[in-house]
Nanobody
Framework: QVQLVQSGGGLVQPGGSLRLSCAASTTSFIITTMGWYRQAPGKQRELVATITRGGNTNYADSMKDRFTISRDNAKNTVYLQMHSLKPEDTAVYFC???????????WGQGTQVTVSS
């Protein structure tokens, strides 16, 4: 079993920055791809970015110039650094992970990011 625990988020002014973290609690399983998704009120959950264990990244086009995904494999932790935040970035952000040999997708608990003046 894998649990993902998120931290970070909160209220930030437009143009500001935030960093989200997501730690996978496991010592028995190999975490492969990790990612960030977000869901705004009344909208479907959408991809923000993913990163493989080897460090290959993939971003949603609208976010790749402002957001950076990274990870620390030793800590089983993925990060999302967000810059130049806009009100439309307001959403609940979720991390997820895949585990080697397991078809399930594990999700974090979600964290609110609100961009407002």
């Amino acid at each position: 079993q894998v649990q993902l625990v998120q931290s970070g988020g909160g209220l930030v002014q437009p143009g500001g920055s935030l960093r989200l973290s997501c730690a996978a609690s496991t010592t028995s399983f190999i975490i492969t791809t990790m990612g960030w998704y977000r869901q705004a009120p009344g909208k479907q959950r959408e991809l923000v970015a993913t990163i493989t264990r080897g460090g290959n990244t993939n971003y949603a086009d609208s976010m790749k110039d402002r957001f950076t995904i990274s990870r620390d494999n030793a800590k089983n932790t993925v990060y999302l650094q967000m810059h130049s935040l806009k009100p439309e970035d307001t959403a609940v952000y979720f991390c997820n992970s895949l585990v080697l040999g397991d078809r399930r997708i594990y999700w974090g608990q979600g964290t609110q990011v609100t961009v407002s003046s």
